[in-house]
């Protein structure tokens, strides 16, 4: 009894759908290598070329698989999915066999993707045959469905969904699950970036595309990306915005310690779950030890101090409480922070405020010199929170 053809198209389940992709995809590869010009048919058509590419390893799995399938089971050769399997492996090989004609003498590739890729790499090698204007070969060197431009653009997305948006003065713009995006987006930007920058320098030795894109990058998009390059530059320019936000934002809440690159991913999501409680702690190990940890807790406390009065409900002596935890942990950390950290507490202690509550501690405009340089000997961090509170309670 024959098998209904519906029957075995459902016994391919999704798998007959990427048969049929497939097989309009080697109908129109076919057609340009074998066109006259096959160069610039496929120069202007490097998105196929890569389309194939990538997909064809889980083509040839397909393959083989509904191949194996369809031997066991005996189905009819008139049916439409045989005759589906069976053109596109004829298309298949006739691709093959047009890519290996085109290919220039050397090793043969292990696979029809390989060679694919390797195709793409000598095409854009030689370059157009009259010359073509920067911006065209940019959008040849860089087709949209490069897998780094996608990546790029993945980090792009988380970019400018955080800091497009307009966030109230003094608050953070990202809460504890955007910091934790954040961090996977940034390393994510710079290597498929990075990627992209060195793919140009590869296709366009003399330069000129690199220069014409880095002139663009710093320029805000005005409308929605379509081609590669303007994909790029889209990714470029709101993971230069990060970058800038990011590092301003860590100053102003760090300052004076400079964190290290590696450090970053855990402050930003320390610092987002400490907007919501400020004796949330820093923890010790991956990125930080003690002292290091509490380095970052003592020069968060003296920049939340120094940056504005303390609005709403708040405790000064709870503050000062958490100087002195912080500074008990920091203590037996050395090096060029520790001598920032030091030097803003020695400020604070020779200009103290007027004021009970210690907001812009550090302010000069709203502090008066001490009758005595308090603290001037001290040198450990807890001895020089405890003199500046010292001061601090002399001047209330």
Not at 27 to 49: P, S, T, Y
Not at 253 to 277: D, F, K, N, T, Y
Not at 370 to 392: C, F, M, S, W, Y
Request: proline content about 6%.
């Amino acid at each position: 009894m024959a098998t209904h053809p519906d029957t075995l198209r459902a016994r391919l389940e999704d798998r007959a759908d990427l048969l049929e992709a497939a097989r309009l995809r080697y109908r129109a590869l076919r057609g340009l290598l074998n066109a006259f010009f096959w160069r610039d048919r496929v120069r202007a058509n490097l998105e196929l070329l890569r389309e194939v590419a990538l997909g064809q390893q889980e083509v040839d799995a397909t393959l083989a698989a509904v191949g194996r399938r369809a031997a066991a089971e005996g189905w009819p050769r008139e049916q439409a999915p045989v005759r589906l399997l069976e053109e596109v492996r004829r298309l298949r090989e006739e691709v093959a066999s047009a890519v290996e004609r085109r290919l220039a003498p050397g090793a043969p590739p292990g696979s029809l993707g390989e060679a694919l890729l390797r195709l793409e790499e000598e095409v854009l090698a030689t370059g157009p045959l009259l010359g073509r204007r920067t911006w065209a070969r940019a959008v040849e060197v860089l087709p949209r469905n490069l897998p780094e431009l996608r990546a790029a653009c993945v980090a792009a997305e988380v970019f400018e969904r955080v800091f497009k948006r307009p966030v109230p003065e003094g608050s953070l713009p990202f809460n504890a699950a955007e910091a934790d995006e954040l961090c996977r987006a940034l390393p994510l930007a710079e290597a498929a970036l990075r990627a992209l920058w060195e793919r140009l320098d590869h296709f366009d030795t003399s330069g000129r595309v690199r220069a014409f894109l880095e002139r663009r990058v710093r320029r805000a998009p005005l409308r929605a990306p379509r081609s590669g390059p303007e994909l790029m530059l889209h990714a470029a320019f709101w993971h230069d915005v990060a970058r800038e936000r990011l590092g301003e934002l860590l100053e102003a809440r760090l300052s004076p310690v400079v964190p290290r690159e590696a450090e970053v991913p855990e402050l930003l999501a320390w610092l987002a779950a400490r907007e919501g409680s400020s004796e949330v702690r820093l923890a010790a190990g991956g990125a930080f030890s003690e002292g290091r940890a509490g380095l970052f807790e003592l020069a968060a406390e003296l920049a939340a101090l120094s940056r504005a009065r303390p609005a709403g409900v708040w405790n000064e002596e709870a503050a000062w409480v958490r100087l002195w935890t912080a500074a008990l942990r920091a203590r037996e950390e050395a090096g060029p922070d520790v001598e920032r950290v030091r030097e803003a507490l020695h400020l604070f202690i020779r200009l103290r405020g007027q004021a009970r509550t210690p907001a812009r501690l550090f302010s000069p405009e709203r502090a008066a010199l001490p009758a005595g340089e308090v603290g001037a000997d001290v040198k450990d961090l807890p001895g020089l929170v405890q003199a500046a509170r010292a001061v601090a309670r002399a001047g209330s």
